[in-house]
């Protein structure tokens, strides 16, 4: 909505919210064509999702002055171009993606075996087979493949080209097996993992900021033909700023289900996107592929503290202070609330997913809910400091 109110105007920049959320002004955002002359190192662009070979780009990167070409021409497909692109035979020896595939294989029996593993964020339990930080997995079962699977020269290329150097590498294995269904339509990590209610709190700047943070990337490690569900996209969505708001609403979902594209995949290609794109994992309707991707999600260097605080420890020492204040009268709610923010950890990742699994949501509970319950119910000392160490045991890998 709009107004000539410049108070009310200024509100509506900084605070978003879904009722606004404009599905016409969305409409306006997403629905461009590709102009391929715009990415002269592309090799081809389908459905509006780039496709660059990935041999031609190593030539392209040749030089310096190449390599800082392809780096920007990334950047923006990724910013302000359609969101998506793939590249072709990024692993031109898939050998190493056949043996990274049994290593995923062994871990995912051994989780039926232990009845261990998770389900996934979007989709219904039993759709799929997921590893949590199969990165971690993967190189403790076999180092020598993990170090030829990630010196990927491409993986290295698109991570650095959005997020600069001294990037963290995260990653998840997805196998989506026949008759598994897609998942809703979403953004990722950060912002993506949040309610309405929560993502109301963050000033735009921030809805601007959580998709620089992460970058998004999966590695196909079988064929991929549509019947098998790869994924689907809304390229040019990461440009609508609301969006997160949006994809709560019925309107946006269904102009998603109307709208998305999808491409087949081959085994060794891999494809990197916007975190902030619409898209969601597809339904598998073959008879018999079981449609496995490494889901790559990786993070800035930038996104983490200056120092290095104890606040567990932190926790437990103003855990018995804050119940006196508060028995007398001291501090209000509204002060106690500040102090436990200044001392205890407040986003539930990162985490060990296989042992702290959300509850009723898409994120575990934080240090500073669980201090806010025990607060609330009057708990021992003991019996909080029990809990919180059982809380930061569960997020160990």
């Not at 699994?357 to 021992?380: D, F, I, K, Y």
Request: hydrophobic share 40%; with cysteine.
């Amino acid at each position: 909505m709009k107004t000539d109110n410049p108070a009310r105007a200024r509100l509506e920049r900084v605070w978003l919210n879904e009722a606004a959320c404009d599905i016409e002004e969305f409409r306006a955002a997403v629905e461009h064509r590709v102009s391929l002359a715009d990415y002269p190192h592309a090799a081809d662009c389908q459905k509006n999702i780039l496709i660059y070979d990935s041999a031609r780009l190593a030539g392209d990167c040749a030089t310096q002055d190449g390599r800082r070409s392809v780096l920007a021409e990334i950047c923006e497909a990724l910013a302000t171009g359609p969101g998506v692109a793939v590249f072709k035979r990024a692993f031109t020896d898939t050998r190493v993606i056949d043996e990274a595939s049994g290593i995923f294989n062994e871990i995912i029996e051994e989780q039926h075996r232990t009845n261990s593993g998770g389900g996934d964020h979007f989709a219904k339990p039993g759709a799929n087979d997921r590893i949590w930080n199969s990165l971690e997995k993967h190189c403790l079962k076999n180092p020598e493949n993990f170090a030829a699977y990630y010196g990927n020269a491409i993986i290295a290329l698109v991570s650095e080209a959005w997020l600069g150097p001294n990037y963290q590498m995260t990653a998840q294995v997805n196998r989506v097996n026949p008759g598994g269904a897609s998942q809703s339509p979403h953004r990722d990590y950060h912002l993506g993992f949040q309610t309405s209610a929560v993502i109301e709190q963050y000033p735009a700047h921030v809805h601007r900021l959580s998709p620089v943070l992460t970058l998004q990337g999966a590695v196909a490690h079988c064929d991929m033909p549509v019947e098998s569900g790869p994924t689907l996209f809304l390229p040019y969505s990461q440009t609508y700023l609301p969006g997160y708001l949006a994809l709560k609403r019925p309107e946006f979902r269904t102009y998603f289900e109307e709208n998305h594209v999808q491409l087949p995949l081959e085994k060794g290609d891999v494809v990197f996107f916007n975190p902030a794109l619409f898209h969601a994992a597809g339904s598998n309707r073959s008879a018999g592929i079981k449609r496995v991707a490494n889901l790559l999600q990786v993070s800035s260097a930038f996104g983490r503290a200056m120092e290095t605080v104890d606040r567990e420890h932190m926790c437990v020492v103003l855990f018995p202070a804050l119940k006196v204040l508060a028995a007398g009268g001291k501090l209000t709610q509204d002060e106690i609330a500040n102090a436990v923010a200044a001392c205890a950890e407040g986003y539930s990742f990162p985490t060990n997913l296989d042992r702290d699994p959300p509850v009723g949501g898409l994120a575990p509970r934080t240090q500073a809910q669980l201090m806010h319950e025990a607060l609330a119910g009057e708990w021992s000392v003991e019996a909080f400091a029990e809990a919180l160490a059982d809380q930061a045991a569960k997020k160990l890998s």
